[in-house]
């Protein structure tokens, strides 16, 4: 066993990886975040805003655009599990993956006058393509390049601190056009788009450069119908866990962020605090990375998750319950503390996914990371759709409307909606996670186990052919 310790650090991977190359595997999570989160973010409010269209076009057609991104996820990953070539089975699909995604963050940033509701729909369509094809990709790689149960912990706490830098200098764009003048306009949105593509080659190829693919992995799927792989996977236990209680987190979350600006600018009626939100939010989610994966090989990944849902349904209460017009530097604060919670749900789940598909390789011998971290991308954009297609149009059913005066019963609405919706998501999240089947204990057999299995074959294709 210690040889294949040796071996594996030799080589810089599991727990042993070096720093730097873990840092290297990060850097795309720094692109990536303009889409992750401005976009669900800020873009229903600009093509609301700036092309008066209502939040039921907008819902709708972001709607139709995460369906199409449903469907493509499990194919993509797929092909990924199956691909061979000198670069290994992940490299391709990030390196074709990314101009695609950079395509699509010019047409949905930088869209023309005459843009609708149709643009917006193939603009994200686009955009949801390359991303998917990179991510995909990304995520699977990530969780065979370190197969330990903490060093997955480490390596998805790097990925997520790059992932927080490029989301606060998405927001601090905003933030710092504001001072010249400009809110959520095609000026702020045009810097936003070009500094997401100006970064996205050197961190694609600082990743593919310095990272290396792992010295021995388990065989590719064999080629099966494509319905029983998926009723296959869904019989992992520990993935349906997994991935119900996620997509209810995600629900609850994506409820939020939809809401989130038309909350301040509405609500409370103070948009000049947008920057200083969004900012204060994800210096928060950053400086508590650490604190949660130090937490989490203390108690337990999962239970980390849980426990951080706790505390984002009291500050959600507060802010439902405490908080009037007018009352924006409070909600700040109260961001902060949010943020720092869902520090937890944003860096865990990752590590925990990689724990999921060593469990698989286990039990069938094969290596399926990409079809796994498909699945899961099908899953977790049911969040979003819904969230987006179901939150919006309801507040243009209550009354609620971003381009002209609300009443007090709208504005109540939208209260409601943004604090109190996503609740019960929470409750039914953390309570699903607590009773989560995978822990440390149970990944080390697993990890042994696969080490054995590891060591016999290598000893077999070492032993002479008589």
């Not at 005459?114 to 995909?136: D, P």
């Not at 070009?194 to 190829?205: E, R, V």
């Not at 822990?439 to 052919?465: N, T, V, W």
Request: net charge positive.
């Amino acid at each position: 066993m210690s040889d294949v310790k040796e071996a594996r650090r030799q080589s810089g991977h599991g727990e042993d990886m070096a720093l730097w190359r873990m840092a290297m595997y990060g850097l795309p999570a720094l692109p990536m975040a303009f889409l992750y989160i401005p976009v669900p973010l800020m873009v229903p409010a600009f093509y609301a805003e700036q092309f008066g269209l209502s939040l039921s076009v907008v819902g709708g057609f972001l709607f139709v655009s995460r369906a199409f991104d449903m469907l493509i996820d499990p194919a993509l990953g797929r092909l990924s599990d199956t691909t061979r070539s000198r670069w290994g089975r992940r490299r391709p699909w990030m390196v074709i993956g990314a101009p695609i995604m950079m395509l699509g963050t010019a047409l949905i940033f930088m869209p023309p006058d005459w843009a609708n509701g149709l643009y917006l729909m193939v603009a994200s369509m686009v955009i949801y393509f390359g991303a998917s094809m990179l991510g995909l990709a990304y995520s699977a790689w990530g969780a065979e390049v370190v197969d330990t149960y903490h060093g997955r912990s480490k390596l998805a706490g790097f990925r997520e601190t790059f992932n927080i830098i490029g989301i606060l200098l998405a927001v601090s764009i905003p933030a710092i056009t504001a001072l010249y003048g400009h809110g959520l306009d095609r000026y702020t949105m045009s810097i936003m788009g070009w500094a997401a593509i100006l970064m996205t080659p050197p961190a694609i190829w600082a990743a593919i450069r310095w990272v290396p693919e792992p010295p021995s992995m388990p065989k590719a799927p064999a080629e099966k119908p494509w319905w029983p792989t998926v009723k296959d996977i869904f019989g992992n236990f520990a993935f349906r866990y997994l991935c119900i209680g996620f997509v209810v987190l995600s629900i609850g979350s994506s409820i939020a962020s939809a809401t989130l600006i038309f909350y301040v600018s509405y609500y409370l009626g103070q948009p000049e605090l947008i920057g200083p939100v969004l900012l204060v939010s994800f210096i928060a989610v950053l400086l508590f990375v650490p604190v949660w994966v130090k937490i989490s090989r203390r108690i337990g990944k999962h239970k980390a998750v849980a426990y951080s849902l706790f505390i984002a349904i009291i500050c959600s209460s507060c802010v439902a319950f405490q908080l009037r017009p007018g009352d924006g530097w409070l909600f700040v604060g109260l961001m902060g503390v949010l943020g720092g919670a869902s520090s937890a749900f944003l860096t865990l789940p990752v590590g925990i996914m990689g724990d999921v598909i060593d469990y698989d390789a286990l039990k069938t011998g094969e290596q399926r990371g990409g079809i796994y971290f498909g699945i899961w991308a099908f899953a977790q954009q049911i969040a979003p759709a819904l969230a987006v297609g179901t939150a919006l149009p309801m507040l243009d059913w209550l009354g609620f409307s971003a381009s002209q005066d609300n009443s007090p019963e709208a504005l109540d609405a939208l209260r409601y909606v943004y604090c109190l919706a996503p609740l019960p998501f929470y409750v039914i999240a953390a309570v699903l996670l607590l009773w989560f089947p995978l822990d440390d204990r149970r990944h080390g057999i697993i990890r042994r186990r696969l080490e054995r299995r590891r060591l016999r074959k290598a000893r077999i294709q070492a032993s002479p052919d008589w």
